[in-house]
């Protein structure tokens, strides 16, 4: 399956999510995948961490989780080209 590229992971393009909305925290990823989190007032990056039970890599207790977005596409021309 072709592999699409992020900053931080790569990730294969048929678990792309299909919307960017908030779904319940019991639905989210725990195989250490980044996503976004929150917790009706925050907003964070954080992932799953199994050691020492489990627990989200954030200083608050999330209820919502979402994909993160795709990256833009590359600017056409060369870096620096004013195209």
């Known amino acids: 399956m072709p592999l699409r590229r992020s900053e931080t992971w790569f990730q294969r393009e048929d678990e792309m999510p299909v919307s960017s909305e908030w779904n319940p ?3 989210a990823p725990k195989d250490g995948k980044l996503v976004i989190l929150s917790d009706g007032e925050s907003v964070k ?3 799953w961490w199994d050691d020492y039970g489990g627990m989200w890599s954030t200083d608050f207790e999330p209820t919502h ?16 080209d004013a195209t």
Not at 65 to 80: A, L, N, T, Y
């Open 25 to 27: 925290i019991e639905s």
């Open 45 to 47: 990056e954080g992932k």
């Open 65 to 80: 989780w979402q994909h993160k977005p795709s990256p833009p596409d590359p600017p056409k021309g060369g870096e620096g």
